[in-house]
């Protein structure tokens, strides 16, 4: 057995179902190192109960805390406070400064865009028309193959009954013939 395949954190926290921990009992009585291992791990397990629980305090409050707190006009000569002011203002000034694009160039700029988009869509629909006929096409070369390959195993089949059954009349027919021949020879 592997010693790697055995967790004995999960052993002696309780943590395996019945047959895994028998398994590793097993393994256990059988294996020093392991016995070593388990060991450790049961005198670490001790030594945590010996503990006693306590809470983690939040946080520790000053008496200086309230000295260092900036005043509520002094948030806005903060970096972040002024780069976004500045930013904000910029975006009003791009707003209001920036000339609109005259009537007659949207115009063809729409007309444009909306030749693209359907040139787009056109390629678009005829790739995956494509795609889906070679789809198709494939299927059905499958479908034709296995069909011709049923065929030919059927008409095997049919062939080997039709042997087996003229090879059948045949020996019936020697037997007719045997036993007219016999019974015309006895009169």
Excluded at 12 to 37: F, I, K, P, Q, V
């Amino acid at each position: 057995m592997s010693c790697t395949s055995y967790d004995w954190k999960a052993y002696a926290l309780g943590e395996m179902d019945g047959n895994g921990r028998r398994e590793a009992e097993a393994h256990a009585a059988t294996c020093s190192e392991c016995r070593d291992e388990l060991a450790g791990m049961r005198l670490t397990l001790d030594a945590l109960s010996t503990l006693r629980e306590e809470e983690i305090p939040r946080r520790i409050a000053f008496v200086s805390d309230k000295v260092f707190e900036p005043r509520w006009w002094q948030s806005f000569l903060r970096p972040s406070f002024a780069a976004g002011c500045v930013v904000a203002a910029a975006i009003l000034v791009h707003a209001f400064v920036r000339p609109a694009p005259p009537a007659a160039d949207m115009a063809q700029i729409e007309s444009r865009i909306e030749t693209e988009v359907a040139k787009r869509i056109d390629t678009a629909v005829a790739k995956a028309v494509a795609d889906t006929e070679d789809r198709q096409a494939q299927k059905t070369q499958q479908l034709l193959a296995a069909s011709e390959q049923r065929f030919a195993e059927q008409r095997k089949a049919d062939f080997v009954t039709a042997a087996q059954n003229y090879e059948m009349l045949s020996k019936q027919v020697v037997r007719m013939v045997a036993i007219n021949t016999g019974a015309g020879a006895g009169q």
